[in-house]
């Protein structure tokens, strides 16, 4: 991007996904994204506030973008079939974009969002997906860690590389995926320790 087409907050959060997916989220930096536009580091805090705002604007959007992902991926879908399209269309992402889906994994606060729709979709897109399994409170939010930790779990450690075994990595995901779909739906005949 030509810093004569000028800048503007939607365009610096763009350049900053594409670093991060270029670079790795963790290097994504005002300075390393100045250079990347060819500016001064001051001309971009008129667009953002600091390092944090920078990166909470990339995972934001990369919520956004995941979300467009999930929702038609799921439309009409229910039980496994639902799920898996779920869990894939945010594995394809990560694949696609693992800089911006590393943005995802940040802790950001609803009054960080702004006018962003995309992190609450995704939580409604979740809850939506677990409704199907008939889950209510308090079993919903434990279904929804459960189903992040080993989703996002896995695909961190495919991320990195980190499955040494020579098996497949797909039949590995497509046997976990069935694994929590017979989870959430045998959820409630398994009483809590509480």
Not at 23 to 28: I, K, P
Not at 61 to 78: K, N
């Amino acid at each position: 991007m030509s810093p004569r087409m000028g800048l503007t907050c939607e365009r610096v959060t763009m350049a900053a996904a594409e670093l991060a997916d270029e670079t790795g989220f963790a290097n994504v930096t005002v300075s390393a994204l100045a250079r990347r536009l060819g500016v001064k580091d001051a001309s971009l805090y008129s667009h953002v506030r600091n390092l944090r705002d920078l990166r909470v604007r990339v995972g934001v959007l990369a919520t956004e973008e995941i979300s467009d992902r999930i929702a038609p991926a799921v439309a009409g879908l229910s039980g496994h079939r639902a799920l898996a399209a779920f869990a894939t269309a945010i594995r394809g992402y990560a694949r696609d974009h693992p800089g911006r889906y590393a943005a995802t994994q940040l802790r950001v606060a609803p009054a960080e969002w702004g006018d962003a729709t995309g992190p609450r979709r995704a939580g409604e897109l979740t809850l939506a997906l677990l409704r199907g399994y008939d889950l209510e409170e308090p079993d919903a939010t434990d279904a929804v860690r459960l189903l992040r930790s080993t989703v996002y779990g896995f695909i961190d450690i495919e991320l990195t590389e980190g499955f040494a075994h020579p098996r497949e990595l797909d039949a590995s995901w497509e046997r976990i995926l069935l694994a929590l779909h017979h989870t959430f739906t045998d959820w409630k005949n398994h009483e809590s320790t509480d």
